[in-house]
C-alpha cells in the first residue's frame, strides 16, 4: 500500500515551453500533497505544499506563477514549470499523505528528472 | 527554526567494514519526528526508518542500526558489513513544525561502498 506514482519520470524541454509533472496516489486519497526540489549534489527542498481543492502554499524565495499547482482531485496533483529555462532544471519529487493529522507521514515518489535545453 | 545537519558530505569504505552516518538536528518542537531515506543513483527515495521523539529505543533492521539521542538532538545510523549496492546518497530529514508529513532534509552524505 501507500504507492505515489509520479509521470514522467524524465523530460526533456526546450527552453519557454510549459512541462507538467503529474503525482499520484494510487493506493490512498490523498489531502495534502507536497512538491520538492532538488538540484544536481544537493537536498531536497520543499517547494510547495498543495491540499485538495484549495490554493497552493509556496515556500518563500518559490515563485507561484512559475511552478502552477493543481491538487483537484484527492488522487493527483500537478506541477506546471511554466516558460522552462535552463535554471529550471532539476529533479522535482512529489510526497502524498492519506490523512491531515500531524503524525500521518508522507510517501515520496520515484521523481521527475527535468532538463531544459 | 529547524535544521538537519549531516556534517559527512562523502565517505568511503571497503566492502564488509562498518560505517556509521551522523545526523544532528535542531527543533523547538517537543514532538517530533524523524526519518533516513537513501537515494540511489535513480533518484528515487527509499524509505528506511521514521523515529517519533517520545521514543528513544534504538532500532535494528538486518544491517541497518539507528542510535537516537534526545540528549545530544543526534539520530546516527550504522550500516554493519557494508556491501557495495548500499552505495547511495543517505538523507536524514525532520518533520516541519511537529508534522511527519512535510520534511526538512539534511544535504546528504554520499556513500560510496568499494569491492
Known amino acids: 500500500g501507500a504507492v505515489v506514482s509520479q509521470h514522467p519520470s524524465r523530460v526533456i524541454c526546450k527552453s519557454g515551453t510549459s512541462v507538467k509533472i503529474e503525482c499520484r496516489s494510487l493506493?490512498?486519497?490523498?489531502?495534502?500533497m507536497f512538491w520538492y526540489r532538488q538540484f544536481p549534489k544537493q537536498s531536497l527542498m520543499l517547494m510547495a505544499t498543495?491540499?485538495?481543492?484549495?490554493?497552493?502554499?509556496?515556500e518563500q524565495g518559490v515563485e507561484k506563477d512559475k511552478f502552477l499547482i493543481n491538487h483537484a482531485s484527492l488522487t493527483l496533483s500537478t506541477l506546471t514549470v511554466t516558460s522552462a529555462h535552463p535554471e529550471d532544471s532539476s529533479f522535482y519529487i512529489c510526497?502524498?499523505?492519506?490523512?491531515?493529522?500531524?503524525?500521518?507521514?508522507?510517501?515520496f515518489g520515484q521523481g521527475t528528472r527535468l532538463t531544459v535545453v | 527554526a529547524q535544521k538537519v545537519t549531516q556534517a559527512q558530505t562523502e565517505i568511503s569504505v571497503v566492502e564488509k567494514e562498518d560505517v556509521t552516518l551522523d545526523c544532528v538536528y535542531e527543533?523547538?518542537?517537543?514532538?517530533?519526528?524523524l526519518f533516513w531515506y537513501k537515494q540511489p543513483p535513480s533518484g528515487e527515495l527509499v524509505f528506511l526508518i521514521r523515529?517519533?521523539?517520545?521514543?528513544?529505543q534504538n532500532e535494528i533492521s538486518g544491517r541497518y542500526s539507528w542510535n537516537f539521542q534526545k540528549s545530544t538532538s543526534s539520530f546516527n545510523f550504522t550500516i554493519t558489513a557494508s556491501q557495495v549496492v548500499d552505495s547511495a546518497v543517505y538523507f536524514c530529514?525532520?518533520?516541519?513544525?511537529?508534522?511527519?508529513?512535510?520534511?526538512?532534509f539534511g544535504s546528504g552524505t554520499q556513500l560510496t561502498v568499494l569491492p
Open positions: 523515529r517519533n521523539s517520545f521514543d528513544e
Open positions: 530529514a525532520l518533520g516541519f513544525s511537529g508534522s511527519a508529513r512535510q520534511l526538512t
Open positions: 527543533t523547538r518542537d517537543t514532538t517530533y519526528y
Open positions: 510526497s502524498a499523505s492519506p490523512g491531515r493529522t500531524g503524525n500521518t507521514e508522507a510517501f
Open positions: 498543495s491540499n485538495e481543492g484549495s490554493k497552493a502554499t509556496y
Open positions: 493506493d490512498f486519497q490523498a489531502t495534502t
